[in-house]
Structures are given as C-alpha cells and as structure tokens.
C-alpha cells in the first residue's frame, strides 16, 4: 500500500509554446479557430508526439486564447489524454475553477480538429464550454484513422443543447481529413486498449 | 501567448494513504472491492475533500490494489476529476502505460460505487479495464443526488462487452445510495456547470 501512486499530471509537447509564438493569424472565425487546430494536430503527427488530435480554447467574444490540447496519450501514459481533455484540463487550472461557465466569466469556445469521441463528449458536458467547433466527422476519424471512437448517445447534440452547449460542423473538413490520413500513413500506432 | 498554462495534474487528498492503511478487508470479492469504493466515497464527503464518488483498481486475480480514486472535481480545478477518472490517471502513469491491457499485463477490474456518467463510460472504453463493478444506478445519483449523470450511449453495457469489458450491476446498491443521501443532506455542491 506504501507505494500507492497519489498524483498525476499531463504536459504539452515542448514545442507547442513556440509553435503558439510564432502562429500569427487572428482567431476571430470559427474557421481560424479551427485552423489553429488542425495545425497543432498536423505538427503533434510530425514531431510523434502524440494522435493527430488537437484542441484550441477560445473566449468566444474577445477571441483571445485560453488554452491549447494536443493527443498526448501514448507519451503521457493515459488514455484520457485526448486532445479536448488536454484543453479542458489545462483552461480550468489555469483559470483555477473546475466550472468554466461559473459567474462571471467569458463564454467559451472550443474548436477541435475531429468530432470528439464519447469520452470527451461527456467531458465537454461537465465543463462549462458554451460552443463546440468540429472538422472531421466520428466516421472520417475512423475510416481515415481506424481508431475506434466509441458509441455516442443517441441524439447527442440536442442532449449537448439542452445543456446550452451549441455545435457548428464540418467546418474545414477536407483539412481536417488530410491529417488523418497523414497518420494513418505515417505508420503511426492506433492505441486502442490490447493493441499495444 | 507566454502566460499559456502547459502542465495540469490532479493529487488524492491527504487522507486516503493513511486510510488504506488501516483498511485490513481483503479485496478478494466484488463485493469487497466495492465496499472499499463506498468507505473512500463516504469518507471524501466526511473530510468535504470532493463529490460522494470513489473508485478501486485491483488485478481481477490476485486482488492486488493498483491505484484508487476519489471524486476531486471542486478541490482539484477540473471537472474532469470524477473518481474513476482519478483511478484510471494513477493507474496508467503507475505502470507508465496508456493501455491497462497490454500484453503481458494482469487483467484489472474497476469498482466505482456508483454507474458511470458518460465521460466516465467512455473513459473505461479506452483505459485497458477489463470488468467493472458498480453498486448505485446512475437512475439513483440522479434522484439522491441531484447531479446530472448525461445520457449514455443505447445498449451501453453490450458496447463495452464488444469491446471485452464485462459488468457486474447493483452489487451493495443499498449501501451505495446511502453515501448518495448523506452527501446531499450535508448540503455539500451541485457542480454541473453554470451552478456555482
């Protein structure tokens, strides 16, 4: 029992900061949002630091940026290190708050390079974001991937909906798709639990 | 760009080392396992260190503990911090992998004492678990509770046995919703978001 591990962390790919300083187009569109993204997920598959996934979290209204998630799952050692929850789990402890819609606090957007799988729909629920902005669909991820993305609720944008949480869709997919395929021909792992 | 948070991590309360320490019940049983899930969720509401929520680890065959976890979501920053999400995080960076199943690896079970919420779910899905006990319903966190459980995948259960993740439901419910009660009797959070 004494050697019960206590603590876990996640870290971005040390060339995310300098990646950021050097990306100079305005995030003010759902397109320039997600274009950040796709370049994030583009460059995590060059650098093999992680899944062509990536995540970028917006203040809707200022457009200034809160965080960034890139898929950090193979050399994080999690399988939750998806790209959405990297995001999330940097932009509420940055801003010292598990609710990012508490009182007072500028609504957000986060765009993501594909559709989230159903880990990181229910995560996206529980986390404040007010607006989701997707490029691929669940079903370009795993023609183009073979990652399995799991079962999502039936009707799960009106449940996201009902909870104040609105979708826009296949915003820059074509984009979105070419780094998926850019994987799967990179020869990169699919990591899928009992692959490995 | 520069203030840009890059790191995030999560840390059991302080109390749960010294408690497992005194735990002497052997983890031999489902019912055993689960009854330690439900002593760490009864004891986070006692200490008010998180949500009435609590999950074990253990190797299916030998009983040996792996990692626990307790729901942090208010303490810890990120809504994220349910406790199964706790215990997957310490399992993984434990053994230094994302796939709990990898080869060579002893099959491991998850007793959470009470149903998974969607994240939670989809969590399992990619983590390398390969069964899961429960003891309360999500139908009885929702009515003892409070909290919003989100909606589940149709035909949840057989998506996860498609995908080698057996269950076992309604083990200890009665004791399991108990813990339910007294967290909302204490008059302790709701913390969906947009409630704080």
Redesign the interface.
């Known amino acids: 029992?004494?050697k019960?591990?206590?603590?876990?962390?996640?870290?971005?790919p040390f060339w995310?900061?300098p990646f950021?300083?050097q990306w100079k187009t305005p995030l003010n569109s759902s397109q320039e949002r997600l274009r950040l993204a796709i370049a994030l997920a583009r460059e995590n598959v060059e650098q093999k630091t992680g899944g062509p996934f990536a995540s970028v979290i917006v203040e809707s209204a200022s457009s200034a940026?809160v965080?960034?998630g890139v898929n950090v799952?193979?050399p994080?050692?999690?399988?939750?290190?998806h790209g959405e929850?990297?995001a999330?789990?940097?932009?509420?402890?940055?801003?010292?708050?598990?609710?990012?819609?508490?009182?007072g606090r500028p609504a957000l957007t986060l765009a993501t390079n594909a559709q989230p799988?159903?880990?990181?729909?229910?995560?996206i629920?529980?986390?404040?974001v007010k607006h989701v902005v997707q490029g691929a669909r669940g079903s370009d991820v795993e023609a183009l991937t073979g990652f399995?993305e799991?079962?999502?609720?039936?009707?799960?944008e009106g449940?996201w909906l009902r909870?104040?949480i609105t979708l826009e869709r296949d915003i820059l997919r074509d984009e979105a798709c070419q780094v998926l395929s850019r994987y799967r021909s990179s020869g990169a792992p699919i990591?899928?639990?009992?692959?490995?």
Chains 1, 2 share one sequence.
């Open positions: 029992m004494t019960l591990t206590t603590q876990a962390s996640l870290t971005l995310v900061k950021l300083e940026l965080s960034v799952v193979v994080g050692h999690t399988s939750l290190a929850i990297v999330l789990f940097l932009a509420q402890q940055a801003w010292g708050t598990h609710d990012l819609a508490e009182a799988c159903v880990q990181c729909y229910g995560a629920l529980w986390s404040g399995d799991g079962p999502l609720p039936q009707d799960w449940e909870r104040g990591y899928n639990p009992g692959r490995s």
